[in-house]
Nanobody, 122 residues
C-alpha cells in the first residue's frame, strides 16, 4: 500500500531553517511527481511546492518562493523540502502527497503522509 513517512519538523525561531524529508513506498516512486502541502487549523490545505518525477521543481507557492527548495533522491525514494528564513506564518503541519492508482488498480487517488509539524516561534 502507498505510504509516506515525513520527518524533520520541529520548533525553530523566525529566520531559522529546517529540512523536511518524505520517504515514499508502495508505488513506483521514480515515475511520480510529488507535492508538499501544509495546513493549519481552520484553514484549507495549501500546496507549498511540487516536483517532477525526475527532479525538476514545478511550482512554489508565492509565499515561499526564494526561501524554500524542493528536491528529490529517487535512489532513496525521498523528497526533501529545504526551508530557509522561516517566518511565523510558515507554521503548520507539512504533508507530502502523490496521485496514483488506489488499491483496486482501477482509479486514481491522492495519498498523503501523516505529516510533520513545523512551528516557527520565538
Amino acid at each position: 500500500q502507498v505510504q509516506f513517512v515525513e520527518s524533520g519538523g520541529g520548533l525553530v525561531q523566525p529566520g531559522g531553517s529546517l529540512r523536511l524529508s518524505c520517504v515514499g513506498s508502495g508505488f513506483t516512486f521514480n515515475t511520480h511527481p510529488i507535492n508538499w502541502y501544509r495546513q493549519v487549523p481552520g484553514k484549507e490545505r495549501e500546496q507549498v511546492a511540487s516536483i517532477t518525477s525526475f527532479g525538476a521543481p514545478i511550482k512554489y507557492a508565492d509565499s515561499v518562493k526564494d526561501r524554500f527548495t524542493i528536491s528529490r533522491d529517487n535512489d532513496k525514494n525521498t523528497v526533501y523540502l529545504q526551508m530557509n528564513n522561516l517566518k511565523p506564518e510558515d507554521t503548520g503541519n507539512y504533508f507530502c502527497k502523490v496521485n496514483t492508482w488506489d488499491s483496486s488498480g482501477r482509479q486514481w487517488a491522492d495519498f498523503w503522509g501523516p505529516g510533520t509539524q513545523v512551528t516557527v516561534s520565538s
